[in-house]
């Protein structure tokens, strides 16, 4: 049974920084291209990040850019995001997604969140200005 589970949301001052962790279970990431999503209340699912199963290529929303890094460490089977520069309208709950992507496709990520096969729960992550 495949899990993800998000971890490192909480509360933080405007400014400050965060590092989520994605951590599967029953799923060797190093096979998935990875992203990260968000949902802030009344609002859509927003992309946020993603990271080829290669970790060669990775892209970020307009907003995030220059502020957020995604990565990833297969040796430990886990995907984080660093969010540095946090503002109020990041406070969100940010999901980890994986989409299961053959070899040839290694450099291959996605953007929407109908291209992902796995979703974790969730973690909250609320900013104070």
């Known amino acids: 049974q495949v899990q993800l589970v998000e971890s490192g949301g909480g509360l933080v001052q405007a400014g400050g920084s965060l590092r989520l962790s994605c951590a599967p279970s029953g799923l060797p990431v190093g096979w998935y291209a990875m992203g990260w999503f968000r949902q802030a209340p009344g609002k859509e699912r927003e992309f946020v990040s993603a990271i080829s199963r290669s970790g060669g290529n990775s892209y970020y929303a307009d907003s995030m850019k220059g502020r957020f890094t995604i990565s990833r460490d297969n040796t430990k089977n886990t995907v984080y995001l660093q969010m540095n520069s946090l503002k109020p309208e990041d406070a969100a709950v940010y999901f980890c997604?994986?989409?299961?992507?053959?070899?040839?496709?290694?450099?291959?990520?996605?953007?929407?969140?109908?291209?992902?096969?796995?979703w974790g729960q969730g973690t909250q992550v609320t900013v104070s200005s």
């Open positions: 997604a994986a989409a299961q992507v053959a070899t040839r496709y290694s450099s291959w990520f996605g953007t929407t969140a109908a291209e992902y096969n796995y």
